[in-house]
């Protein structure tokens, strides 16, 4: 292995992608973002795939302008984020959950963290869904 030219190579890739680098500013990890994509959808079994999601991953878990965002998700009970993922994928509205949750106000206290799914709850939305109850079930 020659250490001088793999240092090189390193080197070439940090100052052509400077998220890679020590300090990434955020258009940086905008400039990653838009890259992973176009990777993904061209050249899917490129190592920078892995490379840049790894840092990516780290960059949003530790940057203070995520901390706000992740302190609110890691607040979210996983039923509710699975909720909030069905009424998207399915388009619904917190209306049309009457026959397993109540009426909407309830639905949105639940959304918005002012009340719990109870098990009742979780079973109607699994028998609804086609889901396991403990889908729903979390912190």
Known sequence: MNYAAAI??????????????????????EDALTLVEYLIE?????PLVELL???IDKYENE?????????????????VALLRTLMDQYQL????????IGKKSLVS?????????TLDHMRA?????????????GN
């Open 8 to 29: 090189k190579a390193a080197n070439d890739l940090t100052n052509e992608l400077p998220f890679l680098g020590s300090s990434p500013s955020r258009q940086d990890y």
């Open 42 to 46: 061209h050249d899917p079994d490129s």
């Open 53 to 55: 999601t790894v840092k």
């Open 63 to 79: 940057s203070a302008e995520f901390a706000e965002f992740n302190a609110r998700f890691a607040s979210i009970s996983s039923g």
């Open 93 to 100: 509205t917190q209306s049309d959950f009457e026959n397993e």
């Open 109 to 117: 206290r639940i959304l918005n963290g002012q009340r719990t799914l």
């Open 125 to 137: 939305l699994a028998k609804r869904f086609g889901l396991p109850v403990s889908a729903f079930v």
